[in-house]
């Protein structure tokens, strides 16, 4: 199965979700059979976690388009990039997942682009 395939099912298994706890989202879809653990559809899936628990918390986002636009997003990005680039795909998909609901861009001068920045690369353990 190809990223671009899992990453279809992963839209459309991931909306069906009720919680607002992505960790929770997260591994519902995770423990599908066709999520690998160390796959780049996590460049998807991470992202996608935030914008459905954001989604069903009430937050203000149209959750069809901005999954839609994730998975643009996600797909951009190469697999193994964790090793090759050093920085990992599925945090990066947190950052364009936090990019979406705020409406952030490259040339945004409101603070959220420094915001994202700084909560993708703290350690929230």
Known sequence: MTTQE????????IVSEKGNNPVRIFKNIAKKEYISIHGPE????????ILVAFHNAG??????????????????MPGA????????????????????????????DDGTWGEHMSFTYRDHS
Do not use: Y
């Open 6 to 13: 899992k990453a279809r099912l992963i839209i459309q298994d």
């Open 42 to 49: 996590h460049h998807i899936l991470d992202g996608a976690s």
């Open 59 to 76: 937050g203000n986002l149209d959750l069809n388009r901005s999954l839609e636009k994730l998975f643009g997003e996600g797909l951009q």
């Open 81 to 108: 990039m964790c090793g090759l680039w050093g920085v990992c795909g599925a945090i990066t998909s947190v950052g364009a997942a936090l990019a979406i609901i705020d409406g952030t861009g490259p040339l945004s």
